[in-house]
Protein backbone atom coordinates (compact mmCIF):
# COMPACT_ATOMS: atom_id res chain seq x y z
CA UNK A 1 0.00 0.00 0.00
CA UNK A 2 2.70 2.58 0.48
CA UNK A 3 4.41 2.15 -2.79
CA UNK A 4 1.21 1.42 -4.74
CA UNK A 5 -1.76 2.22 -2.54
CA UNK A 6 -2.23 5.64 -4.10
CA UNK A 7 -1.27 4.84 -7.85
CA UNK A 8 -4.07 4.52 -10.44
CA UNK A 9 -3.60 1.17 -12.04
CA UNK A 10 -2.54 2.52 -15.12
CA UNK A 11 0.32 4.24 -13.29
CA UNK A 12 1.98 1.84 -11.49
CA UNK A 13 5.17 0.31 -13.48
CA UNK A 14 6.97 -2.89 -13.47
CA UNK A 15 9.71 -0.80 -11.02
CA UNK A 16 7.19 0.04 -8.73
CA UNK A 17 6.27 -3.65 -8.27
CA UNK A 18 10.34 -4.06 -8.28
CA UNK A 19 10.43 -1.79 -5.07
CA UNK A 20 7.93 -3.65 -3.31
CA UNK A 21 9.35 -7.07 -3.94
CA UNK A 22 13.14 -6.73 -3.53
CA UNK A 23 13.12 -5.98 0.65
CA UNK A 24 11.49 -9.56 0.93
CA UNK A 25 12.40 -11.57 -1.67
CA UNK A 26 14.87 -13.31 -0.43
CA UNK A 27 13.85 -13.19 3.16
CA UNK A 28 10.70 -14.44 2.86
CA UNK A 29 10.06 -15.42 -0.01
CA UNK A 30 6.87 -17.62 0.10
CA UNK A 31 5.34 -14.00 0.79
CA UNK A 32 7.03 -11.98 -1.74
CA UNK A 33 5.94 -15.04 -4.09
CA UNK A 34 2.49 -14.29 -3.29
CA UNK A 35 2.88 -10.83 -3.80
CA UNK A 36 4.00 -10.48 -6.80
CA UNK A 37 1.02 -13.35 -7.82
CA UNK A 38 -1.74 -10.98 -6.15
CA UNK A 39 -0.62 -8.01 -7.33
CA UNK A 40 -0.30 -9.95 -11.03
CA UNK A 41 -3.79 -11.03 -10.79
CA UNK A 42 -5.04 -7.15 -10.17
CA UNK A 43 -3.29 -6.59 -13.61
CA UNK A 44 -4.35 -8.91 -15.31
CA UNK A 45 -7.86 -7.90 -14.57
CA UNK A 46 -6.95 -4.34 -15.16
CA UNK A 47 -5.30 -5.25 -18.69
CA UNK A 48 -8.63 -7.07 -19.61
CA UNK A 49 -10.70 -4.09 -18.66
CA UNK A 50 -8.11 -2.09 -21.10
CA UNK A 51 -7.17 0.19 -18.15
CA UNK A 52 -3.43 -0.82 -18.78
CA UNK A 53 -1.84 -2.71 -21.64
CA UNK A 54 0.62 -5.14 -19.79
CA UNK A 55 1.11 -6.74 -16.51
CA UNK A 56 4.29 -4.80 -14.62
CA UNK A 57 4.26 -8.55 -11.87
CA UNK A 58 4.51 -10.53 -15.05
CA UNK A 59 7.41 -11.89 -17.30
CA UNK A 60 8.96 -9.01 -17.51
CA UNK A 61 10.05 -8.56 -14.26
CA UNK A 62 11.09 -12.89 -13.97
CA UNK A 63 14.82 -12.26 -14.74
CA UNK A 64 15.49 -9.37 -12.62
CA UNK A 65 14.85 -11.50 -9.34
CA UNK A 66 17.30 -12.96 -7.24
CA UNK A 67 17.00 -16.51 -7.87
CA UNK A 68 15.00 -18.89 -5.11
CA UNK A 69 18.02 -21.58 -3.53
CA UNK A 70 16.31 -25.21 -4.89
CA UNK A 71 15.53 -26.65 -1.43
CA UNK A 72 11.95 -26.30 -0.10
CA UNK A 73 11.54 -25.58 3.56
CA UNK A 74 8.78 -28.10 4.48
CA UNK A 75 6.05 -27.95 6.66
CA UNK A 76 7.17 -28.62 10.17
CA UNK A 77 6.06 -31.85 11.25
CA UNK A 78 5.50 -33.76 14.73
CA UNK A 79 7.06 -37.58 14.44
CA UNK A 80 4.16 -39.52 14.73
CA UNK A 81 5.34 -41.10 18.16
CA UNK A 82 4.42 -37.18 19.48
CA UNK A 83 1.17 -36.41 17.38
CA UNK A 84 -0.82 -38.70 20.70
CA UNK A 85 0.58 -36.18 23.30
CA UNK A 86 0.14 -33.07 21.20
CA UNK A 87 -3.87 -34.07 20.79
CA UNK A 88 -3.70 -33.97 24.72
CA UNK A 89 -2.39 -30.46 25.15
CA UNK A 90 -4.79 -29.02 22.83
CA UNK A 91 -7.55 -30.78 24.44
CA UNK A 92 -6.49 -29.57 27.79
CA UNK A 93 -6.13 -26.03 26.54
CA UNK A 94 -8.51 -23.55 26.81
CA UNK A 95 -8.70 -22.41 23.30
CA UNK A 96 -12.42 -21.84 21.80
CA UNK A 97 -13.74 -25.30 22.09
CA UNK A 98 -14.39 -25.81 17.87
CA UNK A 99 -11.36 -24.96 16.97
CA UNK A 100 -9.65 -27.72 19.71
CA UNK A 101 -12.05 -30.26 17.69
CA UNK A 102 -11.68 -29.08 14.47
CA UNK A 103 -7.63 -29.67 15.32
CA UNK A 104 -8.08 -33.26 16.26
CA UNK A 105 -10.99 -33.69 13.74
CA UNK A 106 -7.94 -32.51 11.34
CA UNK A 107 -5.20 -35.06 12.55
CA UNK A 108 -7.91 -38.04 12.78
CA UNK A 109 -8.60 -37.53 8.53
CA UNK A 110 -5.42 -36.48 7.73
CA UNK A 111 -7.18 -33.34 5.79
CA UNK A 112 -6.10 -30.22 4.61
CA UNK A 113 -7.09 -27.37 6.81
CA UNK A 114 -9.04 -25.48 4.36
CA UNK A 115 -11.38 -28.75 4.02
CA UNK A 116 -11.84 -28.99 7.69
CA UNK A 117 -12.46 -24.80 8.27
CA UNK A 118 -14.82 -24.96 5.79
CA UNK A 119 -16.69 -28.36 6.49
CA UNK A 120 -20.47 -28.57 6.41
CA UNK A 121 -22.40 -30.56 8.56
CA UNK A 122 -24.54 -31.58 5.00
CA UNK A 123 -21.04 -33.43 3.83
CA UNK A 124 -21.14 -35.92 6.91
CA UNK A 125 -23.19 -39.40 6.91
CA UNK A 126 -22.46 -40.14 10.33
CA UNK A 127 -24.72 -43.10 9.70
CA UNK A 128 -22.00 -44.25 7.09
CA UNK A 129 -19.44 -42.81 8.97
CA UNK A 130 -18.07 -40.92 5.71
CA UNK A 131 -17.12 -37.30 5.15
CA UNK A 132 -17.70 -36.67 1.15
CA UNK A 133 -15.49 -32.95 0.45
CA UNK A 134 -16.78 -31.04 -2.74
CA UNK A 135 -14.63 -30.67 -5.36
CA UNK A 136 -14.30 -26.74 -5.22
CA UNK A 137 -12.57 -27.65 -1.95
CA UNK A 138 -9.90 -30.30 -2.83
CA UNK A 139 -6.78 -29.45 -4.24
CA UNK A 140 -7.12 -31.78 -6.91
CA UNK A 141 -10.71 -30.40 -7.91
CA UNK A 142 -11.80 -33.75 -6.66
CA UNK A 143 -14.60 -34.98 -4.95
CA UNK A 144 -12.80 -36.75 -1.84
CA UNK A 145 -14.46 -39.20 -0.08
CA UNK A 146 -13.06 -39.77 3.74
CA UNK A 147 -13.46 -42.71 5.83
CA UNK A 148 -14.38 -41.41 9.44
CA UNK A 149 -13.08 -43.49 12.88
CA UNK A 150 -14.98 -44.05 15.35
CA UNK A 151 -12.70 -40.85 17.21
CA UNK A 152 -13.91 -38.98 14.66
CA UNK A 153 -17.30 -39.33 14.80
CA UNK A 154 -17.18 -38.78 18.65
CA UNK A 155 -15.31 -35.26 17.15
CA UNK A 156 -18.69 -34.64 15.56
CA UNK A 157 -21.04 -35.45 17.83
CA UNK A 158 -19.51 -33.26 20.56
CA UNK A 159 -19.38 -30.67 17.63
CA UNK A 160 -23.12 -31.35 17.13
CA UNK A 161 -23.77 -30.68 20.28
CA UNK A 162 -22.36 -27.56 20.29
CA UNK A 163 -23.19 -25.79 16.84
CA UNK A 164 -26.43 -27.67 16.49
CA UNK A 165 -25.82 -29.66 13.67
CA UNK A 166 -26.31 -27.16 10.45
CA UNK A 167 -24.16 -25.04 8.38
CA UNK A 168 -19.94 -24.78 9.28
CA UNK A 169 -19.18 -27.87 11.41
CA UNK A 170 -15.90 -25.79 13.22
CA UNK A 171 -17.49 -22.43 13.35
CA UNK A 172 -15.72 -19.34 14.92
CA UNK A 173 -17.39 -17.66 17.79
CA UNK A 174 -18.66 -15.26 15.33
CA UNK A 175 -20.15 -18.28 13.55
CA UNK A 176 -17.99 -17.90 10.64
CA UNK A 177 -15.28 -20.00 8.91
CA UNK A 178 -12.41 -20.24 11.16
CA UNK A 179 -9.80 -18.22 9.50
CA UNK A 180 -6.75 -19.81 7.92
CA UNK A 181 -4.19 -18.90 11.20
CA UNK A 182 -6.56 -20.14 13.77
CA UNK A 183 -4.99 -23.51 13.92
CA UNK A 184 -1.69 -22.28 13.22
CA UNK A 185 -1.87 -19.85 16.27
CA UNK A 186 -3.48 -22.98 18.28
CA UNK A 187 -0.43 -25.12 18.11
CA UNK A 188 2.23 -22.42 18.77
CA UNK A 189 0.43 -21.15 21.28
CA UNK A 190 0.36 -24.13 23.25
CA UNK A 191 3.65 -25.11 22.26
CA UNK A 192 3.81 -27.52 19.54
CA UNK A 193 6.09 -26.88 17.24
CA UNK A 194 4.56 -28.03 14.21
CA UNK A 195 2.17 -26.61 11.49
CA UNK A 196 -1.55 -27.97 10.77
CA UNK A 197 -0.16 -29.27 7.24
CA UNK A 198 2.63 -30.40 8.69
CA UNK A 199 0.13 -32.97 10.91
CA UNK A 200 -0.55 -34.83 7.13
CA UNK A 201 3.12 -35.79 7.11
CA UNK A 202 3.01 -37.47 10.39
CA UNK A 203 0.34 -39.53 9.36
CA UNK A 204 2.32 -40.14 5.82
CA UNK A 205 5.54 -41.03 7.57
CA UNK A 206 3.24 -43.32 10.16
CA UNK A 207 1.73 -45.48 7.29
CA UNK A 208 5.09 -45.90 5.59
CA UNK A 209 6.84 -47.36 9.16
CA UNK A 210 3.87 -49.63 9.75
CA UNK A 211 3.93 -51.13 6.18
CA UNK A 212 0.31 -49.11 5.05
CA UNK A 213 0.59 -50.47 1.53
CA UNK A 214 1.64 -46.42 -0.94
CA UNK A 215 -1.24 -46.72 -2.96
CA UNK A 216 -3.59 -46.84 0.37
CA UNK A 217 -1.74 -44.05 2.01
CA UNK A 218 -1.76 -41.65 -1.10
CA UNK A 219 -5.33 -42.08 -1.44
CA UNK A 220 -5.91 -41.27 2.37
CA UNK A 221 -4.24 -38.00 1.87
CA UNK A 222 -6.44 -37.64 -1.91
CA UNK A 223 -2.73 -37.33 -3.45
CA UNK A 224 -3.66 -37.27 -7.70
CA UNK A 225 -2.64 -40.51 -9.04
CA UNK A 226 -1.03 -40.06 -12.32
CA UNK A 227 -0.80 -43.48 -13.73
CA UNK A 228 -4.45 -44.10 -15.32
CA UNK A 229 -4.57 -47.96 -14.23
CA UNK A 230 -3.62 -47.68 -10.86
CA UNK A 231 -6.44 -44.26 -10.65
CA UNK A 232 -9.02 -46.86 -11.85
CA UNK A 233 -7.74 -49.32 -9.12
CA UNK A 234 -8.10 -46.62 -6.42
CA UNK A 235 -11.00 -45.44 -7.68
CA UNK A 236 -12.57 -49.29 -7.14
CA UNK A 237 -11.09 -50.92 -4.06
CA UNK A 238 -9.48 -48.74 -1.70
CA UNK A 239 -11.83 -46.99 0.37
CA UNK A 240 -12.15 -50.00 2.52
CA UNK A 241 -9.19 -50.73 3.07
CA UNK A 242 -8.09 -46.57 4.03
CA UNK A 243 -11.10 -46.96 6.54
CA UNK A 244 -8.76 -50.10 8.13
CA UNK A 245 -5.90 -47.61 8.03
CA UNK A 246 -7.33 -44.70 9.85
CA UNK A 247 -8.86 -46.41 12.37
CA UNK A 248 -4.97 -48.00 13.19
CA UNK A 249 -4.12 -44.38 13.24
CA UNK A 250 -6.80 -43.17 15.19
CA UNK A 251 -6.09 -45.79 17.52
CA UNK A 252 -1.88 -45.42 17.69
CA UNK A 253 -2.45 -41.67 18.36
CA UNK A 254 -4.56 -42.77 21.33
CA UNK A 255 -1.97 -45.01 22.72
CA UNK A 256 -4.11 -48.27 22.01
CA UNK A 257 -2.07 -49.60 18.90
CA UNK A 258 2.10 -50.07 19.28
CA UNK A 259 4.00 -48.70 17.03
CA UNK A 260 5.45 -51.95 15.96
CA UNK A 261 1.82 -53.33 14.54
CA UNK A 262 1.34 -53.81 11.57
CA UNK A 263 -2.18 -52.15 10.02
CA UNK A 264 -4.31 -55.07 8.40
CA UNK A 265 -4.51 -53.54 5.06
Not at 67 to 82: D, M, S
Not at 107 to 132: F, K, N, Y
Not at 133 to 159: C, F, N, Q, W, Y
Not at 201 to 211: E, L, M, N, P
Request: proline content about 5%; glycine content about 8%; charged content about 25%.
Amino acid sequence: MPRLGAKGVDEITTADVMEVLLPIWSSKPETARRVRQRIGTIMKWAVAQGYRESNPAGDAIGSALPRHGKNREHFRALPHAEVGAALEAIRASRAWPATKLAFEFLVLTAARSGEVRHAMWQEMDLGAATWTVPGERMKSGRTHRVPLTSRAIDVLREARRQSGGDGLVFPSPTNRALSASTLSKLLRENGVPAVPHGFRTSFRVWCGDTGVAREVAEAALAHVVRDKVEAAYARGTLFVRRREAMEDWADYIAGRLAHSRTPSV
